[in-house]
């Protein structure tokens, strides 16, 4: 079986690094509207030093992780500390349990409901108002879309878009309940009568057909690249990224060293949250 990865896989990833242990440390600070200046590398600068018509944002858990979302790693997640959440992020977990996994994509639902986007996701926003940017993502939160971004292709698909388990039916979800339920019955759906999963892709799912044919296409097309929060060597950012046109740069930005694609024109070791306003202020002064 094709084993696909989801948040909870980054979410796990990102527990056993303590680079991004201490940077999620860090990211309260950053978040706050006098984030410091920061300073482009020349390389960067020198790149970024003329008009972009077709940029792409492909963003990953570091993105989401600057606005305080936690991960998810087991033995630290209150009411749901003995689970592995690879163990609650199957097919399989649904047709054993589906009250628990339910009750823990709510509570997930809730903990991003409660959480801010942050500079990176507003650099984002105007990214697209002003240059026309598109944006791709890994994550499953909405916070692309509550800075202001619109038509955000998500390839993880989203904790805001339940369907029917049985028929696929879209189906409308409230406001997050403010209390944490460790089991929760999930809806009816409206047409069929099963019951309603999360809208996200589960290991040993594949990806939305149509989001990665959206994204595939505007990765052949573009013309600047920007990889934030996720280390680009893991499917499916690996694949997107040696979709972009040679000349065309690719800019990572993570604070995160470590392994990354060899299509990765520049890094810059930081978060989204600092990193992606300086790629901003650059690109509206090119000269
Ligand atoms: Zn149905």
Not at 72 to 93: C, H, I, M, V, Y
Request: aromatic letters at 6%.
């Amino acid at each position: 079986m094709k084993r696909v990865l989801s948040q909870s896989d980054f979410d796990r990833f990102a527990a056993r690094s303590p680079a991004i242990a201490r940077h999620r440390m860090i990211a309260v600070s950053v978040t706050a509207p006098s984030a410091e200046p920061f300073e482009l590398p020349a390389a960067v600068a020198t790149a970024l030093a003329r008009p972009f018509r077709r940029i792409v944002v492909f963003s990953g858990a570091g993105m989401s992780a600057d606005s305080g979302i936690p991960t998810f790693r087991s033995g630290n997640n209150g009411l749901w500390k003995e689970f592995d959440p690879q163990d609650l992020a199957t097919p399989e977990a649904w047709r054993r349990d589906k009250e628990t996994v339910w009750g823990w994509y709510e509570w997930r639902r809730g903990l991003v409901s409660k959480a801010q986007p942050n500079p990176g996701h507003v650099a984002v926003a105007q990214l697209q108002r002003e240059f026309g940017a598109s944006v791709v993502t890994q994550n499953v939160d909405d916070l692309h879309e509550r800075a202001g971004v619109t038509r955000v292709i998500h390839l993880h698909g989203s904790l805001f878009a339940a369907r029917c388990f049985a028929c696929d039916e879209p189906h409308e979800l409230g406001m997050p309940q403010a209390e944490a339920h460790r089991r929760l019955m999930p809806p009816r759906c409206a047409r069929c009568d099963d019951h309603v999963r999360p809208g996200v892709v589960w290991f040993g799912e594949s990806l939305p057909e149509e989001a990665v044919r959206q994204a595939s296409t505007l990765m052949r097309q573009c013309d600047l690249l920007l990889v934030v929060g996720t280390s680009g060597v893991v499917h499916p950012a690996a694949g997107m990224v040696n979709l972009v046109p040679r000349g065309a740069p690719v800019i990572e930005i993570n604070p995160q060293a470590g392994q990354r694609s060899s299509r990765i024109d520049h890094s810059l070791q930081t978060t989204a949250a600092i990193g992606l306003p300086a790629v901003l202020r650059r690109l509206r002064a090119p000269a």
